[in-house]
């Protein structure tokens, strides 16, 4: 629906549901708008179009939708050639820097680091013919707004901007008034589809216990047809403890949140998509965007904030016409604010039922074989793990947790390729007397720049030793001091 608006070269506002390909239906017209060199050999653009200078740019709230957007569009842009570069923090400057300095046609980032690179008058955004702001709606909650602003303050005033999110805020349509020239606003719903959520993903709520969530998800995890499964927690520390506790019952699982650096991040995310990892405990950061092939089951292992983020959650499984199971636990406190998010959706699940891991209902509903127990068997154990995934060295910029960054480098480092520091000694001239010691400037010249005193030499043989003078001492008051050292 929006490939004929976007090509004609109209702005677009573009909302859908998490699953249905936004990236392509933005991504697609930004490749055919792009210049390349290709085109001027074929005599479809003159030469004055062509540009070192990125010619599209796409603005997104995270570092792992930033890397999937540019993943996608380099396999869409294979055959014409276009160069993409992916601008993101917690990566080294230098290789980005680089990147653009041999040219890019569409620039894909984060706004932080695109601001910081515009400020160093290393990015160029003067030649920027197309703007697009995916999951709009997301960098207005995370404050990204007055970035987004200034980004589109360098941009040129003649441009396409589109605008693409799975829900549609007020505050998004404002931005939307303010920088967009009659935008055709195109919202893509099933005809049969009236809710909110995707109708092949099945979904259960269950009312459970903290204590017994870890035991709870674990036979969960065991349920007949069973793919790759996304746990999602509120908190980074209890995405990082449930990751532990899973690792410890015996299920390959990894860990994306925010106390991890990018190279573990990114370490995390591979390994889930390549099939090391089958179970992902994450935070929010990657319930936006992120499309991986043959995710089955999402687990609420914490109530969702609002109803945006849940659809953002449950979005993971169900994608591009699969199945999928969706299932939200409930503590007992959070009942007020899931009845808040069921309202707000029109679910069936204002009450859910209270459940625990030895519940009859939990193993029918789900499907989990009779007698499951909260440790994966043994023989069940086939993945190779997240230790099989390398990490990559990505010259981290900070992070906690962080993990190949330059501290650990240089200690793993052998002590042959390390390299030596090295500090300028002082130079000083020792004199006795308004002298120089040692002799001549030559002499001293040839003397090692850091030399020890020179020695006093010692008295000649018979030769009775001069007595040394006391010193002075000093006093409080005079009347303590001795008539010598009074005179």
């Known amino acids: 629906m929006t490939l004929p608006v976007a090509l004609a070269g109209n702005d677009v506002i573009g909302q859908a549901k998490t699953g249905t390909g936004k990236t392509l239906g933005f991504g697609l017209p930004l490749l055919e708008r792009v210049t390349v060199a290709a085109d001027v050999e074929a005599g479809r653009a003159t030469p004055e179009q062509l540009t070192d200078a990125p010619q599209a740019l796409v603005v997104v709230p995270t570092r792992e939708l930033c890397q999937q957007v540019t993943n996608d569009l380099l396999t869409a842009g294979k055959v014409r050639a276009v160069r993409i570069a992916a601008i993101y923090g917690g ?14 046609d569409i620039v894909v980032g984060t706004p932080g680091r695109l601001l910081d690179l515009s400020g160093q008058k290393k990015l160029n955004l003067k030649h920027v013919r197309a703007l697009v702001l995916d999951e709009a709606d997301e960098m207005l909650d995370l404050g990204f707004l007055p970035d987004v602003e200034k980004i589109m303050a360098m941009l040129p005033a003649r441009r396409q901007t589109m605008l693409f999110s799975a829900t549609m805020p007020g505050a998004v ?43 709870l998800v674990s036979r969960i995890l065991q349920a007949d047809g069973r793919g790759l499964a996304m746990i999602f927690c509120r908190t980074k520390r209890t995405a990082a403890d449930v990751a532990e506790q899973l690792e410890k019952r015996g299920f390959a699982a990894g860990a994306v949140h925010g106390d991890l650096g990018q190279g573990a991040r990114e370490q995390a995310l591979r390994a889930f998509r390549n099939g090391k990892v089958d179970v992902l405990v994450c935070t929010d950061v990657a319930a936006r965007g992120i499309d991986v092939e043959g995710v089955t089951h ?14 953002h959650r449950i979005g993971r499984t169900g994608r591009a016409g699969a199945s999928g199971t969706a299932i939200t636990l409930v503590d007992w406190d959070d009942i007020p604010r899931w009845q808040l998010i069921n309202k707000a959706l029109e679910l069936t699940f204002n009450d859910p039922e209270e459940t625990y891991s030895t519940s009859p209902h939990l193993y029918e509903l789900l499907g989990i074989p009779a007698g499951t127990k909260g440790i994966l068997p043994r023989a069940e154990r086939t993945r190779a793990g997240l230790d099989a995934e390398v990490v990559e060295d990505l010259g981290e910029t900070g992070g906690r947790g962080r993990k190949g960054g330059t501290r650990e480098r240089a200690a793993a480092a052998p002590a042959a390729e390390r390299t030596p520091r090295t500090r300028t000694p002082r130079q000083r001239r020792r004199t006795r007397g308004g002298a120089a010691v040692g002799g001549s400037a030559a002499a001293e010249a040839a003397t090692p720049a850091v030399e020890a005193a020179p020695a006093v030499p010692a008295p000649a043989a018979g030769e009775a030793e001069e007595p040394r ?14 008539p010598e050292q009074s005179s």
Do not use: C, W
């Not at 999402?298 to 659809?311: G, S």
């Open 298 to 311: 999402v687990i609420n292992y914490q109530t969702p904030e609002d109803e945006k983020t849940y659809l």
């Open 91 to 104: 990566r080294a400057y230098e290789p980005q820097v680089e990147a653009l300095k041999k040219g890019v």
């Open 469 to 482: 003078k006391p010193r002075r001492r000093r006093t409080r008051s005079r009347s303590s001091a001795t």
């Open 173 to 215: 349509i404002s931005l939307a008034r303010r920088y967009m020239s009659q935008p055709t606003h195109i919202r893509a719903t099933a005809p049969d589809d009236h809710g909110a959520t995707v109708a092949n993903t099945t979904q259960h709520v269950f009312r459970a216990h903290s204590l017994d969530k870890p035991e």
